[in-house]
C-alpha cells in the first residue's frame, strides 16, 4: 500500500503556500525531536495548563450538538453505496448542505456522524462501530482533526486506524485542518496555526502510505488568499455560511468527483 511517489507530486498539487506550510511544520517537528533524551522527559513530565502545545487542552465534548443519521439511513447509504461523512462542529454546521450537493451534483445518498467538539479518535471509534454493525460505503469524508491541535502527535495513529478499517478497496476523502482561533490571545493563535500544520504535514505523510487516502486540501485554499480567512472564516476555525461553507463543500465534492 506504500505509495512511492514524492510529496511533490502528491494530488491537489504543491502550491508555494502548501511548502511553506510544510516546511514550517517540519522544521517544527524535528526541532521538538532533536533531543530523544530530551523529548523522553517531555512526554514524562506533567501536562502543563496549555497542554504541552501551546493550544489548551481539549475541552468536554460529549454534551456538545452533534447530527447523526438513523441506522436504517445509514444502511440505505450502504446498500446503495453512497458517501458516509464523519466530522465535528465544522460538519455538525456543513453536513446536511454537503448532503444536499452531492446528492444535486451526483446523485449519491449520504449519512454522516458529527459531533461538535470531538477528536479524531472518537470519529474513528465511530467508524469503526458503523462498519461492524452496518458495513461501509466505497466513499468515506472524514471531516476531522481540527480539535487535534491539542495533541498533534496522537493524530497519525488514528489516521492510519480509519485507513485500516476502510481497507484498502475504499477511498477515505480526508479534509485537512485551518485552526487559528480569533477568540484566543495572540500566543495561543500562533500555536493553533503550528499545531495545525502539524496535523496536515502528518496527513500529508500518510497519503505516501496509502493509495486510497485523498486530501480535501482545505488549508492551501485558505492560504491561496488571505482574505479567505476573513470571509470564509467566522473565528478562525469554522465556516461563514453561506461563503466558506460552499467553499469547503465544493472542494470535498470535487475531490469525490476526481475519484
Known amino acids: 500500500m506504500l505509495r512511492h511517489h514524492a510529496l511533490a507530486t502528491a494530488r491537489g498539487g504543491a502550491t508555494s503556500a502548501v511548502i511553506v506550510a510544510v516546511l514550517t511544520a517540519t522544521l517544527l517537528v524535528l526541532i521538538h525531536l532533536e533531543s530523544p533524551t530530551a523529548h523522553a522527559k517531555a512526554a514524562a513530565a506533567p501536562a502543563t495548563s496549555n497542554g504541552?502545545?501551546?493550544?489548551?487542552?481539549?475541552?468536554?465534548?460529549?454534551?456538545?450538538?452533534?447530527?447523526?443519521?438513523?441506522?436504517?439511513?445509514?444502511?440505505?447509504?450502504?446498500?446503495?453505496?453512497?458517501?458516509?461523512?464523519?466530522?465535528?462542529?465544522?460538519?455538525?454546521?456543513?453536513?446536511?448542505?454537503?448532503?444536499?450537493?452531492?446528492?444535486q451534483r451526483t446523485g449519491a445518498s449520504f449519512a454522516e456522524y458529527s459531533w461538535a467538539g470531538q477528536p479524531t479518535s472518537a470519529a474513528v471509534d465511530a467508524m469503526a462501530a458503523w462498519a461492524r454493525v452496518y458495513g461501509l460505503p466505497h466513499r468515506i469524508v472524514m471531516a476531522v482533526g481540527s480539535n487535534d491541535i491539542f495533541d498533534p502527535p496522537a493524530f497519525t495513529a488514528q489516521v492510519d486506524r480509519a485507513l485500516w478499517i476502510a481497507g484498502p478497496s475504499r477511498t477515505v476523502y480526508w479534509v485537512n485542518v485551518q485552526v487559528s482561533r480569533t477568540d484566543e490571545p495572540a500566543s495561543v493563535q500562533v500555536a493553533d496555526q503550528r499545531n495545525s500544520e502539524w496535523v496536515d504535514l502528518q496527513l500529508a505523510q500518510a497519503q505516501e502510505r496509502y493509495r486510497n487516502l485523498r486530501i480535501v486540501h482545505w488549508a492551501e485554499f485558505l492560504a491561496a488568499r488571505p482574505e479567505r480567512m476573513r470571509t470564509d472564516l467566522r473565528d478562525g476555525r469554522h465556516t461563514t455560511v453561506p461563503a466558506g461553507q460552499t467553499a469547503r463543500n465544493t472542494l470535498i465534492l470535487q475531490a469525490i468527483q476526481h475519484g
Open 52 to 103: 504541552g502545545y501551546g493550544s489548551g487542552r481539549i475541552g468536554s465534548w460529549r454534551s456538545n450538538a452533534k447530527v447523526i443519521s438513523s441506522g436504517a439511513h445509514v444502511r440505505h447509504v450502504v446498500a446503495t453505496d453512497g458517501v458516509l461523512l464523519f466530522g465535528d462542529s465544522i460538519a455538525v454546521q456543513d453536513g446536511e448542505a454537503l448532503g444536499r450537493l452531492l446528492a
